[in-house]
């Protein structure tokens, strides 16, 4: 969203010319939270603004919780000698740490001072927090891949000092890696939630579990679709298991968004968020239950990871649609208004 | 919890500039007061900061709504003024805010206030008698909050809170990650986007209570130009008590509709630098009621998130434990 | 480069009061460096703003032959350093990409400009003056009274020139006999 | 004033402040009603019945300040007994003539002491018909009227024939219901208004009457004024601090482009353009002037006349050769702006200078003015930007109606790039006759340059074309002082920039042996041996010091700030101030103390220069056969009046009647409610068949244009916009043309918020998008519902944001008095769409012409 362009999307003309707005909230029917709400804006325009942010940042969020779990499952498919899964694990994650760099990169205003991230550390801001969790993450999921990549040499190649040391490091690096996992999965939910976009901030006690349970179904997902089925065992449990976290913790953040929640039911949102759950469910039980037959387990696995990346769109786009519609600013805060009065800080 | 470090450093009463650094020889905090019981509309201040700052031309249609072809606050409008046209109106819903009158009071008037009234001839013949009407304006601008949701989240350091307390971009560091962008309250800050040609265009802008002026004891280039002083500009302490004495005059006179907004260090972004004595609720004038900084819930969000990440490695961990192939 | 990494804001937020980064441990070189442009002009004239008649001082700042910045003069007792919007666009309406800086002429019956050098267009001036005075030249109006005039050069405008053009407009049109000379007050 | 003079407006919010009750009176509701305590809405056009109403308030419940009344005005005066007012006449004055559509004013003289009438007042009181053509009324109203000998008063006011009875039986018809019926505005706001300001007057409070010139575009522009003055007069707010009668002008120096004017009708000082048939000699111009016999400060008219004349021709002007005289040119009628523009249609003008004009979006009749200039030899057009009129014959609207073919087009265009107000030093006159000094900033770039430096180098040129000419009328060129010293600055050597400040003594005048420059008009001798370009700019320069540039900040000095600049005459910046004191010379109360006499001195004193002879005690009474200065008593604070009076009634210098009376404009929906004469009878019009005028009661078919429209200033535009479309920082800020409608007008005819309108008069038919608000009501007139629209005027073709400009609207229809055009007022239909392209838009207007069968040949209006 551009500070100059939206003006001629947004450009609006009341009904009633020349006087700000004052309309009926709750539209949509049935599916509304709250009673009807009356409302005033000015002319119909966002309060705050959307996040200047394109499919790039779903796509990092996709990509990230996808790298974390992977990291995880290589990690444990390391230590329980399961080799095909690490590998796809260890690769899965630096191909999707790699989709989600250029993302960040791409996205930014001026890509050129992608570094600056590095100039401070700031506790208060979770994509600062992010990038140096992701420094910490990065460079052991691309080592742990790159130990994997030295396996593919040839036993001559792989004595040379270098990768000789990469082969010793090969352990380590994705226990490392492993470690610093979560946190990659579970920050980008605090930085959807540290704004003032409305269905972002109201999410912020369970988005975290919603994400990490999303990127370990994409995850999971990604080992049921690469890996071979005698060695999918611990996936198949996972993909249950996130999955289940995912809706069961969805359904409890519908509950305690209030009117917020509303953009989640609405037009392409909606339909990202229904297709989300169903493939989310249906990947869980597909995984659980037919997983041990190839098909199924691709089949699966496809739905996992597509439910994944329909939970990342549907929520980023509920967020910017709750940013484009000053009701979801100003009725919750009318609201809260009425319920406590004015927002004050007490000793 | 509502700190990381220091006492209220994300949210309460706060000295920011004390909070970023600086020592005891830093200036009195600046800020502005928009008093917009008499603003006339004109718009010097939106030229006056364009002219100052570079701000580049945003567009050139018109939107029919009122005299307001500036549409918002955003990268290439740093000063917006509001032109509200509405029947004098209901009561104002009680804010809780100082000044704001009890419900029963308000019907009086606008006349006193700074907002005509019409009462135009007794028509008959499908004409109807013209209705109390007024014609509202208010220039907005960034509020330099106390607790700046945009600075705060920005990972490059770029915005930076001054030595006179605000909140400004650093145009050499920003790497236009628009994170700012949704976590302002008000809507304030945007990513320029254009036109082509312009400077800074990729990276966030918004008002810097004219740094560079503060820096050498000028006045900002709004509130020098502001022809009624409907934008006053000084040390936020006084401007608070001129505040609040603003209001209470008007009050006396009868304009029960005015109140204050963003003067209370208690409030949800611990104050505003900038804020304003309105006519009428603030959503009226497309202003948040009664906005709360976001990174006031972090510690909470950090905490979830953590646990969230444990419940991760957990689920990954236990999921292994099971049979072996 | 020991330089480069001291001035790295996070070992400033680690060593210093700015814990958080959130003022002086993450400022820029170039920020601490700021200095407002009216600062360094060359020069400041006290000027008076062009557009309406109220008269607002305005101080206009020049750096490099280049107007940098017009505003609003505090000392003046008309405006006391404020400017309406058009004021306040003053520097735009003097620096605009727009102003045209070079002479245009439109020949009888062309279709497009041309550029032409500005005194010749001033030989030319000057000599379409003489002819139409020559051409139009009025010694007795039709009930012979004495007039000595010319009915053929017009002149409208004047409303934002100065006293001390409008006093040679008027001088030399009268020598001249030209009359009908009207600027924006009759309009 | 909020609108178009914000930074002004910052004085009336101040007195807010303190306690001051704004009321604005406008008809659509503007930034300034935003801020005011009370808006009234009113008709446009309607504005002397208002204000006459309030007269009659006044008047008839004795609210006037009787004191003040008495002593200063000429309340007591009594009047010819020949007069006869409109009450008798249905609206009409007495001495009208049918034929000349003008009036012999002998009637409404001064009844006199004497049998015979006096000179002066003879003089001034005869052809009213030339002084109409002539702009004579401009003159006048600033030479005020002629008094000779002491016509009879009664300080009683009982007299009938008082000025005082007959204004009070003039405005006895102006009652609450008569001005609600024609203004549109209800009778409790009226009284409202009438009651505020009868309170706020008189010996402790004042009340201040400002208007924006729009007034001044009105067929009865003048007496608009007029009835301003009356009720300021009346209610003692003349000459007194906090009173008075603003006028907001809207161009940075057209204060100053009128006091040296680049007009007509006047040279610098106001001095007349001598015409052909009353001034061959220098002795009749001056006598017609100081009238010989009369009283006040126009009896000095003889030196201030020879000052200029020697100014213009220096060595060559002596005593003997009446200083040069005979080389002004004269002129023998209508020689106004748009009487030029009829005369380029008809090809009888050659060339055309425009400074920093734009007429093809500025003036009325925006067609006429562009086919009027398609029509000439050449144009030099002097601007910052290339503006409409220098680009009229590519890309006027008559291209595209095909009335202007470039290809056919023989008019040679120069674009002369000029420089801006930064770019060159000299004074702007802002609207309070301040001269302010600019600093040059810088130099100009390119090609641009400033007017001195057009004109200088234009007139060194034309000079040296004649130069060796033996035929005597080239001797005015020739003899003429043009030898202003030039520097540095864009030009080198033969071109460079001529020294203002050597231009500006000139005008402050200087004695021709000693150079040493004038310090008053006082000094100024007519025997040649001083010589000044403009009288009241003397002082200017006073001690060889510029008093313009003076710039003792405001903060050190008092409210008055008289070391800031310098105000003519004499630096003092408020008129008339000797009203201040009472005829005792002791300020009317504390509070409004001003200038007062003060008795140990023997001399006025007080904050501002005192506008009277510094030691006339206020005891002075002249004798019987005084003449000039010396006849204006210590009590008479008018003193460039012949009687010394502010003058509620005026014998003499207007051409349409001695009181304001309600015309209905010249396009209304209306018949006048007041009188069987409907609009001012002695306007000037142009009858001509590419000049038609919209049909108004009693003519029929008025009903075709059913709407009234006015137009007006965005703050963020300027005028024809050549300042501010071009602009970026401006442009941006109202960047397409509008028409503001009412929401009961919009259901009316189907306009939508935002979509677009088409607004049709017999002039042309423009487009504007539509602004539905209820900052435009409709209004009960006359019994009926009346929609009002309003529409800015700035937008042409040219520059960065482009639209249809409403002054193509406009007809011409000139005041009579100053032959300013009716531009504020007139009737229009809408209709929603946007309006044809191309001749289908000729054609739409002629279909209104059919349909309005209106006047377009001979024949006489109402």
């Known amino acids: 969203m551009s500070p100059a362009e939206p003006h001629l999307e947004q450009r609006d003309t009341e009904a009633v010319p020349g006087r700000p707005g004052r309309r009926k909230g709750g539209r949509g029917g049935e599916r509304s939270m709250v009673p009807e709400a009356e409302f005033t804006s000015y002319y119909g325009r966002p309060i705050v603004k959307p996040a200047p942010w394109e499919a790039d940042i779903p796509a990092y969020l996709f990509a990230g919780g996808l790298a974390a779990g992977s990291s995880l499952i290589a990690a444990g498919a390391d230590l329980t000698g399961r080799p095909a899964l690490r590998r796809t694990g260890r690769l899965g994650a630096l191909g999707a740490l790699g989709v989600s760099m250029f993302a960040l990169v791409h996205d930014l205003g001026k890509p050129s001072r992608f570094y600056n991230m590095l100039r401070t550390a700031k506790l208060t801001s979770p994509m600062s927090v992010g990038t140096w969790i992701l420094s910490l993450y990065g460079p052991w999921a691309g080592l742990a891949a790159a130990a994997e990549g030295t396996r593919l040499l040839p036993e001559s190649a792989r004595r040379r000092a270098p990768v000789a040391l990469l082969g010793r490091l090969d352990r380590p690096t994705g226990v490392l890696a492993a470690v610093f996992a979560p946190p990659v999965a579970a920050y980008t939910a605090v930085l959807l939630s540290d704004t003032a976009t409305p269905s972002w901030h109201e999410a912020f006690r369970e988005l975290p579990f919603v994400f990490v349970g999303s990127g370990a179904a994409a995850a999971a997902g990604l080992g049921l679709l690469a890996a071979p089925v005698h060695e999918t065992g611990p996936v198949r449990r996972l993909a249950a298991g996130a999955a289940a976290l995912e809706l069961v913790m969805e359904h409890r953040m519908e509950q305690s968004m209030g009117l917020t929640a509303e953009p989640l039911h609405h037009g392409k949102v909606g339909r990202l968020m229904r297709a989300a759950k169903g493939l989310t469910a249906a990947g869980a039980v597909g995984a659980a239950l037919g997983g041990r037959h190839r098909g199924l387990a691709a089949a699966s696995g496809l739905a996992l990871l597509a439910g994944s990346a329909c939970t990342r769109f549907g929520i980023f786009e509920a967020g910017q649609a709750s940013a484009r519609d000053p009701k979801y600013t100003v009725v919750p805060q009318r609201e809260r208004l009425e319920r406590e009065g004015p927002v004050r800080y007490r000793e | 919890m509502t700190s990381l470090f220091n006492d209220n450093d994300l949210w309460g009463p706060l000295d920011p500039s004390a909070d970023a650094g600086y020592g005891e020889d830093r200036p009195a905090r600046k800020g502005f007061f928009t008093d917009t019981s008499i603003c006339i509309g004109c718009k010097a201040c939106e030229v006056a900061c364009k002219e100052w700052n570079d701000v580049p031309a945003d567009h050139f249609d018109m939107t029919a709504t009122s005299y307001d072809n500036s549409h918002s606050l955003n990268a290439n409008q740093w000063r917006h003024v509001a032109f509200v046209e509405r029947p004098a109106g209901p009561a104002p819903v009680d804010l809780g805010m100082p000044g704001v009158a009890p419900t029963d009071a308000v019907s009086a008037g606008s006349t006193a206030g700074g907002a005509g009234s019409t009462a135009g001839g007794l028509l008959d013949n499908g004409a109807d008698a013209a209705p109390d009407f007024r014609w509202l304006m208010s220039s907005d601008v960034c509020k330099h909050c106390t607790h700046a949701a945009c600075l705060d989240v920005c990972p490059t350091g770029s915005l930076f809170r001054s030595e006179f307390g605000t909140v400004v971009v650093q145009d050499d560091i920003c790497n236009g990650c628009g994170y700012c962008v949704p976590a302002c309250p008000y809507g304030v800050i945007s990513r320029r986007e254009g036109p082509d040609g312009s400077r800074n265009v990729g990276i966030a802008q918004k008002c810097t209570l004219c740094y560079d002026r503060l820096d050498a004891g000028k006045t900002p280039a709004c509130a020098q130009a502001c022809p009624t002083q409907s934008i006053q500009f000084g040390d936020v302490e006084e401007l608070r008590e001129r505040a609040d004495a603003r209001v209470a005059q008007l009050h006396e006179a009868g304009v029960m509709d005015a109140r204050l907004y963003g003067n209370d260090p208690d409030d949800g972004v611990g104050g505003a630098g900038a804020f304003f004595l309105l006519l009428d609720e603030p959503e009226v004038y497309g202003m948040p009621p009664d906005p709360v900084v976001t990174t006031k819930d972090l510690p909470q969000m950090f905490r979830r998130a953590t646990t969230a990440a444990v419940v991760m490695f957990a689920g990954a961990a236990l999921s292994f434990l099971g049979r072996r192939p | 480069m020991p330089k480069a990494f001291l001035g790295w804001p996070v070992l400033r937020q680690l060593t210093g009061r700015d814990t958080l980064g959130r003022g002086a441990a993450v400022r820029s070189p170039r920020t601490d460096a700021t200095v407002a442009r009216t600062e360094t002009a060359d020069s400041v004239a006290r000027s008076v703003c062009p557009y309406c008649a109220v008269g607002c001082g305005q101080l206009v700042y020049v750096k490099d032959d280049e107007v940098v910045q017009i505003e609003g003069d505090p000392d003046s007792p008309v405006n006391r350093g404020r400017l309406c919007p058009k004021g306040s666009a003053s520097k735009n309406l003097v620096t605009s990409p727009l102003r045209q800086t070079t002479v245009k002429y439109r020949a009888p019956y062309a279709t497009d400009w041309v550029d032409l050098d500005l005194e010749i267009a001033m030989e030319m001036i000057a000599d379409r003056v003489v002819k139409a005075r020559n051409d139009t030249w009025q010694e007795l109006d039709e009930k012979q009274r004495r007039v000595r005039r010319t009915l053929g050069i017009a002149s409208l405008g004047g409303a934002t020139l100065d006293n001390e053009e409008n006093y040679l407009i008027k001088k030399l049109f009268t020598a001249m006999g030209a009359i009908q000379i009207e600027n924006q007050a009759r309009i | ?862």
Request: proline letters at 7%.
């Open chain 4, 1 to 862: 004033m909020a609108e178009a003079h914000p930074v002004g407006f910052q004085w009336v919010m101040e007195a807010k402040a303190r306690g001051a009750k704004v009321i604005h009176v406008d008809p659509r509701f503007t930034r300034t009603s935003a801020l005011a305590d009370t808006y009234v809405p009113i008709r446009a056009g309607s504005d002397i019945a208002f204000l006459g109403g309030i007269v009659n308030h006044v008047l008839s419940n004795e609210l006037d300040f009787r004191d003040y009344v008495v002593a200063y005005t000429n309340a007591a005066t009594i009047v010819s007994g020949d007069f006869r007012d409109t009450d008798d006449l249905d609206g009409l004055f007495s001495g009208f003539d049918p034929e000349t559509r003008t009036y012999d004013p002998s009637s409404w003289q001064y009844a006199e002491e004497q049998e015979e009438r006096s000179a002066a007042q003879a003089d001034d009181s005869g052809d009213t018909e030339t002084q109409r053509e002539t702009a004579a009324g401009l003159q006048s109203e600033s030479h005020g009227m002629q008094v000779q000998g002491n016509p009879p008063r009664d300080p009683s006011l009982q007299h009938p024939n008082c000025v005082y009875q007959i204004l009070k039986r003039h405005y006895a018809r102006y009652t609450p219901e008569m001005v609600a019926r024609t203004c549109g505005v209800s009778e409790e706001q009226f009284l409202e208004v009438a009651q505020a300001w009868a309170e706020n007057s008189r010996r402790d409070r004042t009340t201040a009457l400002v208007y924006s010139v729009g007034w001044t575009q009105h067929s009865v522009g003048v007496q608009y004024i007029r009835t301003g003055a009356i009720l300021q007069l009346l209610l003692g707010n003349m000459g007194r601090p906090g009173g008075g009668i603003m006028a907001l002008r809207g161009h940075a120096s057209i204060q100053g482009s009128t006091d040296i004017p680049t007009l007509f009708n006047l040279l610098p000082g106001y001095l007349p353009m001598p015409n052909a048939e009353e001034h061959q000699s220098l002795e009749q111009w001056i006598d017609a002037v100081r009238k010989p016999g009369s009283k006040g400060f126009w009896s000095n008219a003889g030196a201030y006349g020879v000052n200029l004349l020697k100014a213009y021709w220096g060595e060559a002007a002596t005593p003997e050769n009446d200083f040069c005289f005979d080389y002004l040119p004269k002129i023998t009628g209508d020689h106004g702006t748009y009487r030029t523009v009829m005369d380029m249609i008809d090809g009888q003008v050659k060339g055309y200078f425009l400074l920093g004009q734009n007429p093809a979006v500025g003036s009325a009749h925006g067609r006429a003015q562009r086919l009027g200039m398609a029509n000439l030899d050449w144009v030099v057009v002097r601007d910052l930007f290339e503006i409409e009129s220098a680009t009229f014959w590519k890309t006027s609207p008559e291209v595209a109606t095909g009335e202007i073919v470039p290809e056919q087009c023989r008019t040679e265009v120069f674009l002369m790039p000029a420089a801006s107000h930064t770019e060159k030093e000299g004074t702007f006159t802002q609207t309070q006759r301040m001269l302010q000094w600019r600093e040059k900033a810088l130099d100009p770039k390119g090609d641009c340059r400033s007017e001195l430096w057009f004109f200088y180098h234009l007139g060194r040129m034309v000079r040296e074309r004649y130069a060796g000419s033996t035929d005597e009328r080239d001797r005015p060129l020739l003899d003429l002082a043009w030898d202003y010293p030039t520097h540095g600055g864009p030009g080198d050597g033969e071109w460079g920039e001529p020294d203002a400040e050597a231009v500006l003594k000139e005008i402050n005048g200087y004695e021709v042996a000693t150079g040493r420059p004038l310090s008053s008009f006082t000094e100024m001798r007519d025997d040649g041996s001083t010589l000044g370009g403009c009288w009241i700019y003397t002082g200017v320069f006073a001690d060889g010091v510029n008093q313009a540039a003076r710039r003792k900040p405001g903060a050190e000095q008092g409210y008055v700030a008289p070391e800031w600049g310098w105000a003519w005459p004499a630096n003092r910046r408020m008129l008339y101030n000797r009203a201040s004191a009472d005829p005792e010379g002791r300020p009317w109360s504390e509070r409004k103390a001003y200038v007062w006499w003060d008795e140990a001195a023997q001399e006025w004193t007080g904050h501002d220069v005192p506008d009277f002879e510094k030691t006339k005690p206020p005891t002075y009474l002249p004798a019987e056969d005084a003449e000039g200065v010396a006849a204006i008593a210590g009590a008479d604070p008018f003193i460039m009046q012949g009687d010394g009076k502010g003058a509620l009634f005026v014998p003499q210098g207007l051409i349409d009647g001695p009181m304001p009376t309600h015309y209905e404009p010249v396009e209304s929906p209306f018949r006048n409610p007041f009188y069987a004469q409907q609009a001012n009878p002695t306007r000037k019009d142009y009858v001509r068949e590419d000049n038609p005028m919209n049909p108004s009661p009693p003519e029929e078919h008025s009903e075709v244009f059913p709407y009234v429209f006015t137009t007006s200033r965005l703050t963020e535009h300027h005028t024809a916009g050549g300042m501010s479309r071009y602009v970026a920082r401006l442009a941006e800020l109202q960047p397409e043309m509008f028409v503001e409608v009412s929401p009961e007008l919009a259901a009316e005819r189907g306009l939508e918020n935002g979509g677009f309108a088409t607004i049709v008069t017999l002039r042309s038919a423009i487009e504007a998008r539509v602004l539905v608000t209820e900052r435009l009501s409709p209004l009960r007139v006359d019994g009926r519902v009346i929609h009002q629209v309003w529409l800015p005027y700035h937008w042409g073709e040219g520059g960065l944001v482009t639209g249809d400009s409403a002054n193509d609207l406009i007809g011409v229809s000139l005041d009579p008095n100053v032959l300013i055009q009716e531009s504020k007022v007139g009737t229009c239909d809408v209709q929603p769409g946007r309006r044809p392209t191309g001749p289908a838009l000729r054609e739409l207007v002629a279909d209104y012409l059919r349909r309005s069968q209106g006047t377009t040949g001979e024949g006489e209006r109402p």
